[in-house]
């Protein structure tokens, strides 16, 4: 959207529009309001809101972090991170499940204020760099937009990333955006090892082209192969990049209780899996035949 022709009331409604349509999209509440972080298990933190999900992992060499979120989450990060005794500073590396504003948008300042290294998948990287201008679906519109940031270094499917004795390794679940990514790591937990699942995101959003999609030819097979991708993971620990995919606030309740085990949930995860397909698979006959 451009101003510079418009007078002043009308250049002022125009940018009231456009305000109020990027309100619209984070219309949810729980975006923004704070969340207690916790120790979900062995050294992984969760360090969000209540619902976009941020998660730290600690090692003896310093933070790694995953999903900056808005802009406005940054200072909500950071108070999270240090009420659970580490320092903000700390974080060496950054990392995103995908390239929407709502999980990367504050990348550029947490970049600015703790010198990290920003770490993202390979397709997802022109997205990045260019503040969302490249997003296949939302690249013209401008409420979508988000402070562009220099990417470190580029992932590829399966690539692991490494800090002290933490590994984490990319797996490219794309559809979502080009470059969705689901995080797997390993932690111990009372001398158990549980495998831990950090899904990107397998949502089509309204909107989305699944069938003749000129921008992204290829949206339907990267949705199936990211199914493939998540139905084969094991997993005990069921997360992902927004709380409610995993039912954060009733698993926190109940490890809140004393349920140490609360977010251990293979079942819930397969079902999860399970459900996003059968509704992709339901969303692609539409298409498919017609009803767009």
Not at 83 to 89: D, I, N
Not at 183 to 196: A, F, K, N, P, Q
Request: overall charge positive; some cysteine.
């Amino acid at each position: 959207m451009t101003f510079r022709k418009l007078p002043g009331r009308a250049m002022l409604f125009a940018v009231g529009l456009a305000f109020a349509a990027r309100l619209t999209v984070q219309a949810d509440p729980a975006w923004t309001r704070p969340f207690p972080p916790f120790r979900i298990a062995g050294n992984l933190y969760y360090v969000g809101s209540e619902d976009l999900a941020s998660y730290l992992i600690v090692t003896p060499q310093g933070l790694i972090l995953i999903n900056s979120s808005l802009e406005a989450s940054v200072q909500l990060i950071r108070k999270s991170v240090e009420a659970l005794g580490f320092r903000f500073s700390d974080i060496k590396i950054l990392l995103i499940s995908h390239a929407h504003y709502d999980h990367c948008a504050g990348s550029a300042r947490v970049k600015q204020l703790t010198g990290a290294r920003y770490f993202v998948m390979d397709a997802d990287v022109a997205a990045v760099e260019s503040g969302g201008k490249a997003d296949f679906q939302y690249g013209a519109d401008e409420t979508m937009r988000f402070p562009a940031t220099k990417v470190d270094r580029v992932l590829h499917d399966g690539d692991t990333v490494k800090l002290g004795d933490a590994v984490l390794t990319a797996h490219l679940t794309a559809g979502h955006t080009r470059g969705t990514t689901t995080w797997t790591m390993d932690e111990t937990e009372s001398g158990r090892t549980l495998h831990v699942v950090i899904v990107g995101s397998p949502n089509v959003n309204p909107g989305y082209k699944l069938v003749r999609n000129k921008t992204y030819p290829q949206i339907a097979a990267d949705y199936q192969h990211g199914f493939d991708v998540l139905n084969a993971l094991p997993c005990d620990v069921f997360l992902g990049a927004h709380g409610s995919y995993y039912g954060l606030k009733e698993k926190y309740e109940r490890w809140k209780g004393g349920d140490r085990n609360a977010f251990i949930d293979p079942a819930g995860y397969k079902s999860y899996i399970t459900e996003r397909e059968q509704a992709f698979k339901a969303e692609l006959k539409r298409q498919s035949a017609g009803n767009q």
